[in-house]
């Protein structure tokens, strides 16, 4: 078993910060590329970043310059510093995690829950 878990979320006024974490637990031998996507109301999931093991980092050109992901590979952890926020940035957020769980098995996708993010104008 492998569980991603978020936490961070909440509710801030356009301009401020949150900080997102996503932890993964559980059976895990290697975990490769970690990232963060969003899914606002009647919009589709969109990648918001991601990050390699070896800590390159592709952003989309909505959060350039505003966001930072990085991540803590003893910890399992993947962060995501959000600031200079606008309401469009509202949305449920989710951690994603390519994991293999031995030496000789593939590369697996897995998500986690889900984190509320809103941002008021």
């Known amino acids: 078993q492998v569980q991603l878990v978020e936490s961070g979320g909440g509710q801030v006024q356009a301009g401020g910060s949150l900080r997102l974490s996503c932890a993964a637990s559980g059976s895990i031998f290697s975990i490769n590329v970690m990232g963060w996507y969003r899914q606002a109301p009647g919009k589709q999931r969109e990648l918001v970043a991601v990050i390699t093991s070896g800590g390159s980092a592709n952003y989309a050109d909505s959060v350039k310059g505003r966001f930072t992901i990085s991540r803590d590979n003893a910890k399992n952890t993947v962060y995501l510093q959000m600031d200079s926020l606008k309401p469009e940035d509202t949305a449920v957020y989710y951690c994603?995690?390519?994991?293999?769980?031995?030496?000789?098995?593939?590369?697996?996708?897995?998500w986690g829950q889900g984190t509320q993010v809103t941002v008021s104008s």
């Open positions: 994603n995690a390519a994991i293999s769980r031995s030496r000789i098995s593939g590369w697996y996708n897995y």
